[in-house]
């Protein structure tokens, strides 16, 4: 499933919003359940307003019924792998410490547990 939640991360870049930064994001994020939710980031001429690709797809899993996830790759074309935002970490950090897999079209690739990429993240305790 990881090979998957890649090639669809990989997918989502040609769905990209991105006129002012020219810089396309794609994600996939994989429920523990197994199923695999898409994104690609959004950007508003408010900027505030944009929305980053794995947020998308961690809104569209959740308002799904998934609340527990196994990992979420994203993708660039940049020459490097990017790592998710500090909002990103954040948000995905309130559904656990899942895998983060970063990769680009050239084929290169780094991963990470949630955590490591946000130590200190805030989470209200059930």
């Known amino acids: 499933m990881i090979?998957?939640?890649k090639e669809e991360a990989i997918k989502m870049l040609d769905y990209s919003y991105s006129p002012f930064s020219k810089f396309a994001?794609?994600?996939?994020?994989?429920?523990?359940?197994?199923?695999?939710?898409?994104g690609a980031n959004i950007e508003n001429s408010s900027y505030g307003l944009t929305i980053c690709a794995e947020r998308v797809a961690c809104v569209k899993a959740v308002s799904e019924g998934e609340l527990?996830?196994?990992?979420?790759?994203?993708?660039?074309?940049?020459?490097e792998p990017a790592s998710p935002c500090g909002?990103?970490?954040?948000?995905l950090w309130e559904f656990g410490d899942m895998d983060v897999i970063l990769i680009n079209?050239?084929?290169?690739?780094?991963?990470?547990?949630?955590?490591?990429?946000?130590?200190?993240?805030?989470?209200?305790?059930?």
Do not use: H, M, N
Not at 72 to 77: D, E, L, N, S, W
């Open 3 to 5: 090979k998957k939640i």
């Open 68 to 79: 527990e996830f196994e990992a979420i790759a994203v993708a660039t074309r940049s020459e």
């Open 25 to 38: 994001v794609g994600a996939a994020i994989l429920t523990k359940s197994g199923k695999i939710y898409t």
């Open 87 to 91: 909002a990103c970490r954040q948000f």
């Open 105 to 126: 079209t050239q084929g290169k690739e780094k991963e990470y547990k949630l955590s490591q990429l946000l130590p200190d993240g805030f989470k209200l305790e059930k």
